[in-house]
């Protein structure tokens, strides 16, 4: 491949990963508060983990072109539903977080799956669980302007992939 190429591509998830940590932000998340439910994830398992290794492995994730373009379109749709632009019935699934709606977990899947199985287990049990960020964010979308259906997910997911990059690398 042409270097050119390279680097423009390069440069191209760079300036996508600052777009998904800015909405991120603007959504009420830091990437340091995902670190801490990897931490959580993690910390039984390395014993001398730390904050900054698990940020580390969460950037390491939000880097990644397929994570990417898995947030950006989660937060979209959030983002779109509050503003009344999905056409209904979407828009009441969306607002309301309906249990069986399952495309919110999906579309996080999508970003566990790069990871393993490990990603898969880890994803399950926050999003059962619901800790530290992801309880805040579900809580804030019960509010009747406010959509967190694809963001809590996605969170979720970062976290437990940024978990199993974890395991990988020190197990």
């Known amino acids: 491949m042409d270097e050119t190429i390279l680097e423009e591509t390069r440069l191209d998830d760079t300036k996508k990963y600052d777009t998904v940590v800015k909405m991120l932000h603007e959504r009420g998340v830091t990437l340091s508060e995902i670190a801490e439910l990897t931490f959580d994830l993690q910390k039984e398992y390395v014993s001398d983990l730390t904050q900054e290794i698990c940020l580390e492995h969460v950037e390491r994730v939000v880097m990644k072109r397929e ?6 379109t989660g937060l979209e749709l959030d983002i779109l539903a509050e503003k009344n632009l999905i056409s209904e019935p979407l828009r009441s699934i969306l607002m309301d977080d309906w249990g069986l709606y399952g495309i919110d977990e999906v579309l996080a899947l999508a970003i ?12 399950g049990y926050v999003d059962k669980l619901k800790p530290g960020i992801i309880k805040k964010i579900d809580e804030a979308g019960k509010a009747k302007d406010k959509c967190n259906t694809f963001l809590d997910d996605l969170v979720g997911a970062i976290a437990a992939a940024a978990a199993s990059s974890i395991a990988h690398r020190y197990a």
């Open 67 to 72: 994570v990417q373009n898995a947030i950006l």
């Open 112 to 123: 566990v799956n790069v990871y393993g199985s490990i990603g898969f287990t880890n994803f």
